[in-house]
């Protein structure tokens, strides 16, 4: 059974930093891209970033371009998300996500984790 | 960019009626189109993938047709477990896979 377990959301203020990570588990993690994907209170998804199975391609939102970095440590079976200068927009719940292929390419988000929440106050 | 356009907004329907749930894109995605159903408080869960493949453990209730770009997700005769939000997302295009902005199925 593939399972996804965020943690690393919390409270922090404008401009600081918060550290995401997803233990993965149930499948071969380096076979596989993953994502994060974000929902705002109330709002839709938005992809923010994606990593290749050997994590040497990466893809990032706009949104969060030169603020975040997406890793990952196959030995751990683990995805990280670290997020610098955070801003009041990127209050969201973050969940991680498991693609069908292993490159950053044309997929669907096949499981998804129960997410984590950030909230940075205004 | 493609851009995903979701109609309606919000669905009344009462349980055991029919729901037809539409989204489309701003340009072709071919089949490459997903649809996810999301509960209050829970993960978006996949439901259907390459336009009309339910995914594993989805009821046969679901079904999912369309190519190019218009893509159609249909639910018979609703169960009291359906009422939620559903998302359609393409993947013919990325970066960044953008989802439609859902719409909601909500007890008449």
């Known amino acids: 059974e593939v399972q996804l377990v965020e943690s690393g959301g919390g409270l922090v203020q404008s401009g600081g930093s918060l550290r995401l990570s997803c233990a993965a588990s149930?499948?071969?993690?380096?076979?596989?891209?993953m994502s994060w994907v974000r929902q705002a209170p109330g709002k839709g998804l938005e992809c923010v970033a994606a990593i290749s199975g050997s994590g040497g391609s990466t893809f990032y939102a706009d949104s969060v371009k030169g603020r975040f970095t997406i890793s990952r440590d196959n030995s751990k079976n683990t995805l990280y998300l670290q997020m610098n200068s955070l801003r009041a927009e990127d209050t969201a719940l973050y969940y991680c996500?498991?693609?069908?292929?292993?490159?950053?390419?044309?997929?669907?988000?096949?499981?998804w984790g129960q997410g984590t929440l950030v909230t940075v106050p205004s | 960019e493609i851009v995903m356009t979701q109609s309606p907004a919000t669905l009344s329907v009462s349980p055991g009626e029919g729901a037809t749930l539409s989204c489309r894109a701003s340009q072709s995605v071919s089949r490459n189109l997903a649809w996810y159903q999301q509960k209050p408080g829970r993960a978006p869960r996949l439901l259907i993938y390459?336009?009309?493949t339910r995914a594993t453990g989805i009821p046969a209730r679901f079904s999912g047709s369309g190519s190019g770009k218009e893509f159609t997700l249909t639910i018979s005769s609703l169960q009291s477990e359906d009422f939620a939000v559903y998302y359609c997302q393409q993947y013919n295009n990325w970066p960044p896979w953008p989802f439609g902005q859902g719409t909601k199925v909500e007890i008449k």
């Open positions: 149930g499948f071969t993690f380096s076979s596989y891209a």
């Open positions: 996500t498991k693609a069908i292929v292993v490159v950053v390419a044309a997929s669907y988000f096949e499981y």
């Open positions: 390459g336009a009309s």
